[in-house]
């Protein structure tokens, strides 16, 4: 647990320079003290500090802890290194959703304003996890069956999403490509808010399960053996894991590796009890979205990058080490 509270405070650190990044002159300490009594601020530094970029910094939080939950329980049920909600088609899923929208027009749940493309991203990805959900249900699916269904899914969904950029105006093209990239600067304090309620509703459950989810890693006949409904707890995990991925996804758009970097990195310091390795991969989920918020500022000044792309850029030689490694430990 300790190393779980050095990785909060580390956190706090870093919501504070992700704060500080930017044009404004802004310190440390003082935008500490403005966080932590707003009545202290003046009106240029609550403009700032409180309207603009805390909303940004914490909402970086929330979809990192959110995509880093999901991945390592992702991980966990389907017992593969390379699970997480970008590979299983999640993400595609919601930009086709978002593309549904923003081409066509087309509003899958009626009546919601402005908020429709976003709706649109939360429903497809939604589905796609209820397809995935459904197709569990199937006698003898194995976890390496559902990942390559997921794999399926991302390429049909990338291809629908082609056919869709294919026909759109420049200016669909456009707010289409900006989605893709997955940005943060849609953030609002009522889309913070829900991040926030949804990883608070998941994680405790996710918690009351960690020895459950802890023996599933020595193997399912163990687990079985000790008492553990594997067949159950894979469901409602998933269950869990596509609300948190559709949430994230539908209000940044696509965020590649976030859910597959930071649980390998709590599974290099803590291993594989849950009761360390969920929290520290939310943590790190979070830190590595803040900090990739921090770099989509700092690399150009005046320019802010989409966090997707340099995301992307992090986590892909990642990606390719651990292929290497799952195919090194595969022929010994």
């Known amino acids: 647990m300790a190393l779980v509270g050095v990785a909060a405070v ?27 009594d707003p009545s202290i601020a003046t009106p240029k530094e609550g403009v700032i500090i409180w309207d603009l970029r805390l909303p940004v910094a914490l909402m970086a939080v929330a979809v990192g802890a959110m995509l880093g939950v999901a991945g390592a329980e992702m991980q966990t049920i389907l017992n593969n290194p390379l699970a997480d909600p970008f590979t299983l088609g999640l993400s595609s899923a919601a930009s086709f959703g978002a593309a549904l929208a923003i081409v066509m027009g087309w509003s899958v749940i009626p009546g919601v304003g402005a908020l429709f493309v976003t ?55 456009a707010q289409l490509v900006f989605w893709q990239m997955g940005s943060l600067a849609r953030a609002t304090w009522e889309k ?23 023996a599933l890693r020595m193997g399912e006949e163990k687990a079985a053996a000790l008492g553990v409904n594997v067949s159950a707890l894979r469901l409602t995990v998933l269950a869990g894991v596509s609300l948190l991925s559709a949430v994230a996804v539908s209000f940044v758009g696509a965020i590649a590796f976030v859910g597959l970097v ?29 900090g990739t918020s921090i770099a989509s500022k700092a690399i150009t000044p005046g320019i802010v990058y989409p966090i997707g792309m340099i995301t992307s850029l992090i986590g892909i030689p990642f990606f390719i080490v651990l292929i290497l490694g799952q195919r090194k430990r595969h022929w010994q």
């Open 119 to 173: 709706m649109n991203a939360f429903v497809v990805a939604m589905a796609t996890s209820m397809a995935l959900f459904a197709f569990t249900r199937l006698r003898g699916v194995s976890p390496e069956a559902m990942i390559l269904v997921g794999i399926a899914m991302l390429f049909t969904f990338n291809a629908l999403l082609a056919f869709l950029q294919y026909g759109a105006s420049e200016i669909q093209l």
């Open 10 to 36: 580390l956190l706090v650190c870093i919501v504070v320079i992700d704060v500080i990044t930017g044009p404004a002159d802004l310190s440390f300490w003082r935008t500490l003290q403005v966080i932590l």
């Open 192 to 214: 913070v808010g829900i991040c926030l309620a949804v990883l608070g509703l998941v994680l405790p459950y996710f918690i009351y399960k960690s020895w459950a989810l802890t």
């Open 262 to 290: 930071g649980p390998h990195i709590a599974r290099m310091i803590v291993g594989e009890d849950q009761r360390g390795f969920l929290p520290l991969s939310a943590l790190a989920g979070a830190l590595i979205l803040s």
